[in-house]
């Protein structure tokens, strides 16, 4: 019975100490900021955060992790995945400033600013073009 009981706690301490369960995001497996612009461009102004990621070619970059970044203090507010298509979409954001990063293994991660209104002149769609790290500019967004 004390072997059991010395069992049991030694299990529970050790999965305490491994951290959140799978399926749980921890401070750990959150994307982190990062800026790789070598300069800032002008925020690129939107009506809504929806877009494609796509490679130097025009193909779809799919399972792209594209991350959302309040402009001051860069608290990440969600992280989403891009679809088969390249496509991505966050909902429900509060007008404003952002950066929008997103990652695609071996390649240059990018960062684009992003100023959500609701202009005429606002575009609709955010391209992300990865590019890869070797290359004189890293990757980019435009807004079509």
């Known amino acids: 019975m004390k072997t059991m009981r010395l069992l049991t706690l030694g299990l529970m301490g050790f999965l305490s100490a491994a951290g959140a369960a799978p399926g749980q995001t921890g401070a750990a497996g959150a994307p982190a900021y ?23 070619g025009g193909e779809a970059m799919s399972r792209a992790s594209v991350s959302l970044f309040t402009e001051e203090g860069h608290t990440l507010i969600s992280t989403v995945v891009s679809d088969k298509d390249g496509k991505f979409r966050f909902d429900k ?52």
Do not use: W
């Open 34 to 56: 990062a800026d790789e612009n070598q300069t800032d461009p002008a925020p690129l102004k939107l009506r809504e955060l929806a877009g494609r990621v796509r490679g130097l």
């Open 93 to 144: 954001v509060d007008k404003g400033l952002y950066r929008v990063v997103a990652r695609v293994e071996g390649l240059c991660t990018a960062n684009v600013p992003v100023k959500l209104e609701s202009s005429l002149l606002a575009r609709h769609r955010l391209e992300i073009t990865m590019r890869p790290k070797d290359i004189d500019t890293c990757s980019y967004g435009m807004a079509k």
